[in-house]
């Protein structure tokens, strides 16, 4: 095919393959500029949420680091407790001595308190499987279920259970026979 019969130049040729590399070139761009935007938001996003998990550790580490000393309270208040409901009488100086204990208690209540430690607790007396433990089960009428005696408080931390309370439950008589 001679010039005369191809309309189209060579120069003109060269002309158009370099714009269509210039428009594909552009195009190229324009997908690594997107790909980079699209890598700089999810790193953002990333970012964001190691920063709230971050600041969620910081929280919890705040709110219970005192874990394990908390449970190392709970056997003292149990003794105070305990040494509490023995029935003392006469005697000034055990009276002075039933006081001091109260007062020891009541200090101690206190600090628990500022921790972020309360007693749980019993509401209407149902059983919690999440807050109780069942150490004993008594035949008793009425409901099953119920909490019939308490052996050992139950304590929370903040919004965590701390210890359980330990507690004797009702079940339904057994039918005679």
């Not at 040729?13 to 428009?23: I, S, Y």
């Not at 003392?88 to 009276?95: M, Y």
């Not at 006081?99 to 919690?128: H, V, Y």
């Amino acid at each position: 095919m001679s010039e005369e019969e191809n309309p189209v130049s060579s120069s003109e040729e060269a002309e158009v393959a370099e714009n269509a590399e210039t428009v594909s070139d552009t195009v190229n761009w324009e997908e690594k500029a997107e790909a980079y935007r699209n890598d700089y938001l999810r790193a953002l996003a990333d970012a964001e949420n190691q920063r709230k998990r971050s600041e969620k550790q910081i929280e919890d580490a705040r709110n219970y680091a005192v874990d394990r000393f908390a449970r190392e309270l709970l056997p003292v208040i149990d003794s105070l407790e305990l040494a509490l409901a023995t029935p003392l009488e006469g005697d000034e100086a055990v009276s002075q001595f039933r006081q001091g204990i109260e007062n020891t208690l009541t200090l101690f209540a206190q600090a628990l308190g500022k921790a972020g430690i309360a007693p749980i607790e019993m509401g209407e007396g149902r059983f919690d499987p999440h807050l109780h433990q069942a150490i004993a089960m008594v035949e008793a009428d009425g409901d099953a279920n119920r909490i019939l005696a308490v052996h050992q408080k139950g304590y929370r931390m903040h919004d965590r259970l701390l210890r359980p309370a330990m507690v004797s439950v009702s079940k339904a008589p057994k039918a005679a026979s």
